[in-house]
Nanobody
């Protein structure tokens, strides 16, 4: 078992930046893939970015060039740097961990066993 706690959300104007953190209660080295998802108001939860323990990274097209996912196994933390934020980025952002074997940037939520409680990001126009 592992607990994931997100932080860093808040209210920001369009064009601004936020850095989300996902702190784990134990080592994340055993989680081959870590992901950030988001759920906009009234919409389905979607993958934003994922990163494997060997450095493979995947982003949803809408955030490419604006968001950066990183992981620091020593600090048991995954980050999501979000730049050039847009109103359509408004959502609850969730961190997720997958212990599945293989270095795969999973997109399906079914591949992630552990989830944080989420942090709200609101981008005003």
């Amino acid at each position: 078992q592992v607990m994931l706690v997100e932080s860093g959300g808040g209210l920001v104007q369009a064009g601004g930046s936020l850095r989300l953190s996902c702190a784990a209660s134990r080592s994340i080295s055993r989680f081959t893939t870590m992901g950030w998802y988001r759920q906009p108001p009234g919409k389905q939860r979607e993958l934003v970015a994922s990163i494997t323990s060997n450095g493979s990274i995947n982003y949803v097209d809408s955030v490419k060039g604006r968001f950066t996912i990183t992981r620091d196994n020593a600090k048991k933390t995954v980050y999501l740097q979000m730049n050039s934020l847009r109103p359509e980025d408004t959502a609850v952002y969730y961190c997720a961990a997958s212990p599945r074997p293989g270095y795969v940037c999973y997109e399906s939520q079914d591949e992630y066993d552990y989830w944080g409680q989420g942090t709200q990001v609101t981008v005003s126009s």
